[in-house]
C-alpha cells in the first residue's frame, strides 16, 4: 500500500456510496462493487453509526449481494430494529406533544427528527435521530417549557423569572428531558443563534408554512 494511501479509503467510499441519493445509479453501483471486496465490516459499522446512516447501510445492502460476515448482518439488524424501535417512540411522544400544544392553543412545527425522516423515505425508520425538536412563536416559549414541565420533563437550568425573559430574547431553544434521559425535546423560537454567520429568521418559515408532504411549485 502507498505510503499515501488513506487508511480505511475503500470503507468510507461504501459509506458515501450507501449516504447518496436512492435514484443515483451511478452511486449505487460503486456501492455494489465495493460490498463485494474484503472490507473492514467493523469499521463500516461503527463509521456508519456516528454518521447516523445505518439504515441507509442496512437498505443497500439488503439490495445486493456482499460479503457480510453473518456476525456483523446480525449486528446491522439488531441496530436498525433498536434504531427504528427508539424513532417511533419518539414520534409517538412527538405527537402527544403537539396534541397538548394545540390543546392549549400553541402554535407549533416539528421540524428535523421524524418529519424529515417521514418526507425523505417515507417512514420515520431510515433516519437515526435522538431527540424531538419544536418551533414555537417566541411569545409562546416560556408557556410551552412550563407544559412540558408538568408533562414531566426536566429544564436543563432554572433561571429568574428576569433571566428566562434575557435568555428568550438572547437564545434560541430550551432543552428538555424526561428524568430517565429516554427523551430529549429542543423547544426552539429560532432555528439558531443569533451570532450565526447565516442566521435563518423563523418568522420567514412560519409565513411559508405548507402541510407535509405538499408540492410547492
Request: glycine letters at 4%; one cysteine or more.
Amino acid at each position: 500500500m502507498s505510503p499515501y494511501a488513506k487508511p480505511n479509503a475503500l470503507e468510507q467510499e461504501l459509506i458515501l456510496s450507501c449516504s447518496a441519493a436512492a435514484n443515483d445509479e451511478a452511486a449505487r453501483a460503486r456501492f455494489r462493487r465495493l460490498a463485494q471486496r474484503q472490507l473492514d465490516w467493523h469499521y463500516v459499522l461503527a463509521t456508519a453509526e456516528l454518521h447516523g446512516v445505518l439504515p441507509l447501510l442496512r437498505a443497500r445492502l439488503d439490495s445486493c449481494e456482499a460479503m457480510v460476515p453473518h456476525s456483523v448482518a446480525q449486528e446491522l439488524s439488531r441496530a436498525c430494529l433498536a434504531n427504528a424501535a427508539r424513532n417511533l417512540a419518539l414520534t409517538g411522544e412527538l405527537l402527544r406533544i403537539l396534541a397538548l400544544f394545540e390543546a392549549e392553543g400553541i402554535e407549533a412545527i416539528p421540524f428535523k427528527g421524524p418529519v424529515l425522516a417521514e418526507e425523505l423515505f417515507g417512514t420515520v425508520s431510515m433516519r437515526q435521530f435522538c431527540d424531538i425538536d419544536i418551533l414555537v412563536k417566541p411569545e409562546a416559549a416560556l408557556r410551552a417549557r412550563d407544559l412540558l414541565a408538568a408533562r414531566g420533563y426536566e429544564p436543563e437550568f432554572t433561571l429568574s423569572p428576569a433571566r428566562e425573559a434575557e435568555y428568550v430574547r438572547a437564545e434560541h431553544a430550551f432543552q428538555l428531558r424526561r428524568p430517565d434521559g429516554s427523551v430529549i425535546v429542543e423547544l426552539h423560537w429560532c432555528f439558531g443563534s443569533k451570532s450565526q454567520a447565516f442566521p435563518l429568521a423563523a418568522k420567514a418559515v412560519w409565513q411559508r408554512l405548507v402541510p407535509a408532504g405538499t408540492v410547492v411549485r
